[in-house]
């Protein structure tokens, strides 16, 4: 299970180890858990009141459970690095299969916009009382972290994201919107600048920043 080591780090960091089966006091349920945080046991058996089992067992169950999942995530047909795998195999771990599957992860997985991906993720804090658990906030934190860590190993890293994008702009209505909400973000003498010196043989307009704010409409 080496290649699962970082889901098994965050997995154990935040369920820690219980050797008698336990209800989580936050939730309103009467589910069960036992070891770090094993709900149904490999023959699909529910944990119940009374329960017990070693450290070894505890293992063993949580090996169980992340084969489960990363057989199921296969199954999704998404393009992930190692990395993100890791970081959902630890967040289905937490979260559930199906809350998994009907959030907007999947889909923003395919698009690629990664920064939904980790924006949803963080919506995941909370207790039956919208109570934010700080020690989800922090899961989150690290999923999020594990999730990203391997994408400066693709064209999209940082110093090239823009001229990533230039390569593949098509006038897709999502690429649009994109550019509408990078836009809406940047102070529109820097936008100016950039277009002064993007086009400078008056292939682009040369806007002044009052002008700029006119022509698309800034302030909206």
């Not at 020690?135 to 400066?152: D, M, Q, T, W, Y």
Request: aromatic share 14%; hydrophobic share 40%.
């Amino acid at each position: 299970m080496s290649e699962f080591s970082n889901a098994i780090r965050i997995i154990k960091k935040y369920e820690g180890y219980h050797e008698k089966a336990y209800t989580d006091p936050r939730t309103e349920d009467e589910v069960y858990s036992i070891g770090y945080g094993t709900q149904f046991y490999p023959d699909g058996s529910p944990v119940k009141q009374g329960q017990c089992c070693t450290k070894q067992k505890a293992m063993e169950y949580l090996f169980h459970e992340i084969f489960v999942i990363d057989q199921e995530i296969d199954k999704l047909d998404i393009q992930i690095d190692p990395a993100m795998r890791q970081a959902l195999i630890s967040f289905v771990h937490s979260v559930g299969w199906e809350p998994f599957l009907y959030s907007g992860i999947i889909d923003a997985i395919e698009r690629e916009t990664w920064s939904e991906v980790v924006e949803d993720m963080n919506r995941w804090i909370f207790d039956c009382d919208n109570k934010v658990i700080g020690g989800l906030l922090e899961r989150r934190k690290e999923e999020a972290i594990l999730f990203l860590s391997e994408i400066n190993a693709n064209p999209w890293r940082s110093t090239e994201i823009l001229m990533t994008a230039f390569r593949n702009y098509s006038a897709a209505a999502h690429q649009i919107r994109a550019i509408r909400k990078l836009e809406d973000s940047i102070n529109p003498y820097v936008l100016t600048e950039f277009a002064n010196e993007f086009c400078p043989f008056d292939a682009f307009p040369v806007f002044s920043s009052t002008e700029y704010d006119q022509i698309f409409d800034i302030s909206d």
